[in-house]
C-alpha cells in the first residue's frame, strides 16, 4: 500500500481540470511540474485531454487500473467514483473534496459510507478533506508550496493540511528535504497511526531514518506505541506534535492522583513510552528534522566545539548546552596552539573558537581541519555560528561548511543568523542541498531534545511476591471504595510493604493493640476520602488515653464509620499512585507526598506497566529528587527498592485494569525501610 502511494507507476486524477484555480486542476499541474515520469490520466467528461494529459468521461472507460487515485470533485459526487474505482480494483485513493465530517453531521455519516466501500474492497483511503501525498516520484498536493523532495529526509505524516504548508515554508526556506509528505484529512477510513503502521512494515535499507507526525487526536495508543517502538528498533527516530490538549470536561477525582492528572498528561506519557520527541511548534519540529537530517547518525554524542565568529552568540550558544545537559570542553593545548597560528592574535582559541568579525574563508577551512585532526577522539558535534561583517564574503565561507559537513566524519551544525543580509548565499547554500538554524539557542534545543530523548524499555514482566492469583481472588466482585483491610491485603499480595495496622469500630479495642502497635501511633478515620480536611489524621500518639480521646473525635467526623490505627513511620514522604485514563490505559505517577502532592505538582507519570529503568527516571525527574535521596546528612530512601514499589503499581494497575484511581500516599520511610502508610483504592467498572 505505501509503494502504491508513494510511488504509483499509474496515477488517475479523477476531477482533473484544465483550472488550475480548482484542486483537481491545480493537483494535475503540480503532478506534471515536478516531472511525474510515470502513466497519468484525468477523469473528466467535458474533455477529451486536460493540461495535456489523457482524460476519460468516467472511471470506467480508465485504459488500465491506477495504482493510485484522486478524487477532486463535489463531495455529493465522491461515493459514486469511489465505489467505481472499488469496483475497477484500485487499492489506493485519496479524497480531496471537503465537504464531509468537518461540515455536518450527515457528512460524518457520508464518511463511514465511504470507510465502508473502502474496507470491503481491500482499499486504502486518505481523506476525504485532503491534501494529498508528496513523494520524491510524485508531487500529489493540490495546495500551497512544493517543498524540497529527497531520498532520505524525513517523512512527514500529518492530520493536518494546513500544518504541512505551513511547515513546508519553514522547511524550504531553510534547506530542508523531505521524503514524503502524507496528509490524511478527515481520516475517515486511515489516520495517522495507520500510516505509521505502513511505514513500520515498510522500513529497511534505504528507507528516511527520521519520521515526523502531526497530530490532533489518538484513537488507539496501544497500536502506536508498538510502531514507535518497532520503528526505534530499526534505526528510526520519531518527533511529533499533538495538538487539541484541551481540557476534556470535568474529572470526578476522588484520588490525589486522579487530581492531578490533565488531558495532556496521559499523550505525554505516552510519547515519552514510545520514544516520541514531543514538541509544540512547527518552528521546533523544522529545527529536529534539521538536527537529525544532519546528525550523520550520532545521535548520543553531548561534547560540541562551537566556531562561531561573534563571542555573544557563541556564549548563548554554550549557555544553551549547558542548559541541555551538553558539554563545551577545553580544547588541547596543542589545538589552541594551532588554532592561534591560524587565526589573528585577538581571536578567541578556547573553546568557542571566536574568529572574529574579520574572518576569512580560508580561517574557518583551516579551523575545521584542525578540529577534525586534532579533537577527534575529544568531541561529538561542531556547532557553526556565522553572522554577516560584510569584512569578507559569505559565500565563500558557506561553501567551506558545506565541505565540513560533507568530509568531516563529526556532524557540522550551521546557524546562520544574517537573513536579510546574506540572502543570496543562504540561497545557494540551500540550493546546495543543505539545510541550516536560524538561531543558535533553538539548535542547541533541538540537539538536547535529540541527545535526551526518551528512551525505550521493556517493562517488568513478573515480580518476586507479587501473587496475581491471591489479587485477583481479593478484588473479584469489588467495585468502588475498598475498605482499609481489603486495600491492607491487596497491597500485601502484590508484595508492598504497610506498616502494622488495624481498623477499630470499638474504642474498648484500643487496649488490647499495644501488645502489638508499640507506641507511638498513627490514627486515621475510616470513611472520609481527604482525610486531612476533615482533620482527621493525628500523628504521635503516645499512650491510650490520647488514643480514645482522639477514637472520640475522629468518630464524630461526619461520615465517619472506624477509624485506623496504625504504628507510627518516620522518614521522607513520597506519593505513588495510578489512575486510569481511557483510551491510553493506566498512568502511574510519582512525586513528594503527603499533603504537598496536589499543592506543589513536582509529580512524575509514565504509563504502565512500567520498565525498571522508567520507575528510576521518573524518581530522578522531579525537583525534589534530592530529598528523596537524602540532603545534608539526612538518610534518603533506596532507590532501588522505591522503583521497585513503582514497578509494582504499574503492573497491578495492568493486571487489574478495573482499578480505576490508586493512592499510596504516602510511602515513607528511610534507606529500605519503605512502608505505604496510606492507601486508598478505587475500582470501576
Known sequence: MLERLLNPACVAVIGGSDDTSKPGGRILANILARGYAGRLFAVNPKSDMVQGVPAVKSVPELPEVPDLAYIAIPSKFVRQSLTELAEKGVKAVVVLSAGFGEQSAEGKAEEER?????????????????????????????????????????????????????????????????????????????????????????????????????????????????????????????????????????????????????????????????????????????????????????????????????????????????????????????????????????????????????????????????????????????????????????????????????????????????????????????AAGKCYFEDEVAMAKAIGRIVNRPASAEPVPGLPGYDRPRLAEILAGKTGILDPDTVASVLDAAGIRTPGQRVLDAKADLPELTSTLPFPWVMKVVGPLHKTDVGGVKVGIADLAAAAETYDAMMAIPGASGVLVQQMVRGTEVIIGAKREEPFGHLVAFGLGGIYAEALKDIQFRLAPLAVAEALDMIDAIAAAPIVKGVRGEPGMDLKLLADQLVRVGLLATDFPQIAEMDLNPVKGTGTALYAVDARIILGS
Not at 492530520?159 to 521524503?179: I, M, P
Not at 496528509?183 to 528516511?208: H, I, K, M, R
Not at 470536561?249 to 516520541?276: E, P, W, Y
Not at 528534522?289 to 550520532?298: D, I, M, S
Open 114 to 430: 465511504l470507510k465502508a466501500i473502502a474496507d470491503e474492497s481491500g482499499m486504502i483511503v486518505l481523506g476525504p478533506n485532503c491534501l494529498g501525498v508528496m513523494s520524491c516520484r510524485l508531487a500529489g498536493k493540490f495546495a500551497g508550496i512544493l517543498p524540497l523532495m529527497a531520498a532520505g529526509g524525513a517523512d512527514f505524516l500529518s492530520g493536518s493540511g494546513a500544518t504541512v504548508d505551513y511547515l513546508a515554508e519553514q522547511a524550504t526556506k531553510r534547506g530542508l528535504a523531505f521524503n514524503s509528505f502524507l496528509t490524511v484529512g478527515n481520516s475517515a477510513q486511515t489516520g495517522v497511526t495507520d500510516l505509521l503502521g505502513l511505514f513500520d512494515q515498510a522500513q529497511g535499507p534505504g528507507s528516511s531514518p527520521v519520521k515526523l507526525l502531526y497530530m490532533e487526536t489518538v484513537n488507539d495508543p496501544k497500536r502506536l506505541l508498538a510502531h514507535a517502538r518497532s520503528l526505534a528498533a530499526k534505526g528510526c527516530t520519531l518527533a511529533g506534535i499533538k495538538a487539541g490538549t484541551t481540557e476534556a470536561g470535568n474529572r470526578a477525582a476522588a484520588s490525589h492522583t486522579g487530581a492531578l492528572v490533565s488531558s495532556d498528561t496521559a499523550v505525554q506519557a505516552l510519547f515519552d513510552k514510545a520514544g516520541i520527541i514531543r514538541v509544540a511548534s512547527r518552528i521546533e519540529l523544522v529545527d529536529l528534522a534539521c538536527a537529525l537530517t544532519l546528525a550523520k547518525g550520532r545521535l548520543d554524542g553531548r561534547r560540541v566545539a562551537i566556531v562561531t565568529d561573534a563571542g555573544g552568540p557563541g556564549v548563548m550558544l554554550a549557555d544553551e548546552l549547558n542548559r541541555q545537559g551538553l558539554e563545551v570542553p577545553a580544547l588541547k593545548p596543542l589545538t589552541r596552539a594551532l588554532l592561534a597560528e591560524a587565526l589573528p592574535p585577538s581571536a578567541g582559541t578556547a573553546n568557542p573558537v571566536d574568529c572574529l568579525p574579520s574572518r576569512t574563508a580560508a580561517q574557518f577551512a583551516r579551523v575545521f581541519e584542525i578540529l577534525a585532526a586534532e579533537e577527534a577522539d575529544n568531541l561529538d558535534y561542531i556547532m557553526v555560528v556565522v553572522g554577516d561583517s560584510g569584512l569578507s564574503d559569505n559565500w565563500a565561507i558557506y561553501q567551506e561548511v558545506i565541505k565540513a559537513m560533507d568530509r568531516l566524519p563529526l556532524p557540522v551544525f550551521p546557524s546562520f543568523c544574517t537573513a536579510v543580509s546574506s540572502a543570496k548565499p543562504l540561497a545557494d547554500f540551500t
